[in-house]
């Protein structure tokens, strides 16, 4: 791995895992919750702040960085600015993440489940503006873009809720 690819997978897995991300798994693998085995929300705090894992691979990109493609990060919990989860699972758990590195230049970080997720008010978190809902990709300075990509899924007992695909990418015409 050259210096770039581990100076962004430095920066990309700090705020990921060195908090102990692994702590707010549910252990159940029927999917069925009980007293014994379910988290608080209100109890439940993470330093995963999606706003500066965004932030960091945004820098990243925006100086010419290439993201080290063996990086991925599956289950982890991403969390607002004060450490709370972002949405909260059907079963009352923290809502998990995915995070994946599609190549040197994009990064797709989906959620797991549906849940309770508001698309619009994290895309004004991590935009920093109010979000105008009809759009969907946001070119930034540098050649950056966001891109947010929702649907409508639907559970086994038949609650609907967004899944969101959200991808970082370097635009093409930017890459030399």
Do not use: Q
Not at 11 to 36: A, K, Q, Y
Not at 62 to 74: F, I, M
Not at 137 to 161: C, H, K, Q, S, W
């Amino acid at each position: 791995m050259n210096m770039k690819n581990t100076r962004v997978a430095i920066c990309v897995m700090s705020g990921l895992i060195l908090t102990g991300i692994t702590g707010c798994r549910h252990s159940g693998s029927t999917g069925e919750s009980s007293d014994s085995d379910s988290i608080a929300i209100e109890d439940y705090h993470a330093d995963n702040d999606i706003a500066m894992t965004v932030g960091s691979v945004i820098d990243a990109l925006r100086v010419g960085e290439l993201l080290d493609t063996s990086y991925n990060n599956e289950g982890i919990v991403l969390t607002d600015g004060v450490g709370r989860p972002l949405y909260t699972s059907l079963f009352g758990h923290p809502g998990s993440w995915d995070i994946t590195v599609t190549s040197d230049t994009s990064l797709i970080i989906t959620n797991r489940e549906i849940g309770d997720l508001a698309v619009e008010e994290l895309k004004t978190y991590l935009l920093d503006t109010s979000a105008d809902p009809a759009i969907t990709d946001y070119r930034l300075p540098d050649n950056v873009e966001i891109l947010f990509n929702t649907r409508i899924d639907t559970a086994a007992n038949g609650m609907t809720g967004p899944m969101l695909r959200l991808t970082l990418l370097r635009s093409r015409n930017s890459i030399k």
